[in-house]
């Protein structure tokens, strides 16, 4: 099967106002059309038009008191798209807005995968020493899967941009999200990386999920890449917010007098750290730190988060994942059927239940580069990769 090409955009304009004003400007139909199709997959979660507007809107003024940057960028959006602030705010709270949908699943007894909509999973791996090659530097590689619902497909794009201070921000997202994965660091004129950061996304469900506003997950992920220079300073960030919804922050960068990975486990009223053990770093879409128990966990029968966090630390363990080839390669599995590391999924089934792996995620910090392929890792090819470096 032949991959799409990575769809991309490079903000000029610096200002957060300008900078998303550009982005709405030129991807306007773009922004309206992920819209539209997130008001299908809500109102199969049982969310309903008056909802969505509510939690767009409680989620402006955390956003504005967490990340004040971010929150004009996006009334730039939504001005250069046409919409209303509110409408953007809905679209960075996607995901806060899926919980609030499974909250009442899960309270009516009707459990994701049984009729209802399933839970889309993302598998995340790090190596914080892998060697040198002729294309890359010795350091971390990390990569990961974005696993996510089928009628999102053509909604999402890699977005390139510089802040004020200099800092280049990579990130793959949807049109109107401000970010989700992705690399940021500084580059000298003569190539030389400072301050480098790397951000991987998981979502997770925790019993005290409401999706009722509260700064989103996203947001959250797109300010480390912003600010963190270490992480120290991603922890500290992820600190700061209150959200109302749970996700998997995988964050690498410079720590400890060498490379440092580890998941953020964020929560409503609570963040708790995965950190690298020997190196190696794997995460799936349930919590793994042990301050988390089961029992706070939501789970379905139908989900494979454990059996593929099983898999990456095996495909991984004594390894050094040489190349970015390579890792791909180890993710391209399919021994757990349509759920598995490369997620094949349920193309007729209707929206909420159809999800597959629609695109792949690999950074090397040391070298300031992000590549992403749309998407399986088995579709992989050379010459299908976006990469800023």
Not at 132 to 145: D, E, L, N, V
Not at 162 to 173: E, F, I, M, N, S
Not at 239 to 251: F, I, Y
Not at 294 to 318: C, F, K, M, P
């Amino acid at each position: 099967m032949t991959s799409e090409p990575v769809r991309s955009f490079a903000s000029r304009a610096t200002d957060p106002y300008e900078r998303g004003h550009d982005l709405g400007t030129h991807c306007a139909e773009q922004v309206r059309g992920t819209l539209r199709a997130y008001a299908e997959l809500w109102s199969a979660y049982g969310v309903t038009p008056t909802e969505v507007r509510a939690v767009g809107t409680a989620v402006l003024d955390p956003v504005q008191v967490y990340a004040p940057d971010l929150r004009a960028e996006m009334s730039g959006i939504a001005a250069g798209s046409g919409l209303s602030d509110w409408e953007i705010g809905a679209l960075n709270a996607r995901s806060e807005l899926i919980a609030l949908g499974d909250r009442r699943l899960v309270a009516a007894g009707q459990l994701p995968g049984e009729g209802a909509p399933v839970w889309s999973e993302c598998s995340t791996l790090a190596r914080l020493d892998a060697p040198p090659t002729r294309a890359r530097s010795a350091g971390p590689i990390t990569a990961q899967t974005w696993d996510w619902h089928t009628p999102l497909a053509e909604h999402w794009f890699v977005w390139s941009l510089r802040r004020p201070d200099g800092r280049l921000v990579h990130t793959l997202t949807e049109y109107g999200i401000v970010g989700k994965i992705g690399i940021a660091g500084h580059r000298a004129a003569d190539g030389a990386v400072a301050h480098p950061v790397s951000v991987h996304f998981n979502a997770l469900r925790h019993c005290a999920d409401t999706g009722t506003g509260g700064v989103p997950v996203h947001v959250v992920a797109r300010r480390i890449l912003d600010e963190a220079q270490s992480l120290d300073d991603a922890l500290a960030l992820a600190g700061k917010a209150e959200v109302t919804a749970s996700a998997a922050v995988t964050v690498t960068a410079p720590g400890g007098g060498g490379w440092a990975a580890s998941t953020l486990e964020l929560r409503p009223g609570g963040l708790s750290l995965a950190p690298a053990v020997d190196g190696w770093l794997a995460h799936t879409n349930h919590f793994i730190a042990p301050d988390v128990p089961d029992s706070e966990q939501l789970s379905t029968a139908v989900s494979t988060t454990r059996q593929r966090l099983d898999r990456i630390r095996r495909l991984g363990a004594g390894d050094t994942l040489p190349d970015r080839d390579d890792v791909v390669a180890r993710l391209a599995t399919h021994d757990l059927g349509p759920r598995s590391v490369c997620v094949h999924g349920f193309p007729d089934a209707p929206i909420g239940q159809r999800t597959a792996t629609l695109a792949v995620a690999v950074t090397e910090p040391a070298d300031l580069r992000l590549s992403v392929h749309a998407g399986k890792p088995c579709e992989v090819r050379r010459d299908g990769w976006w990469s800023s470096a």
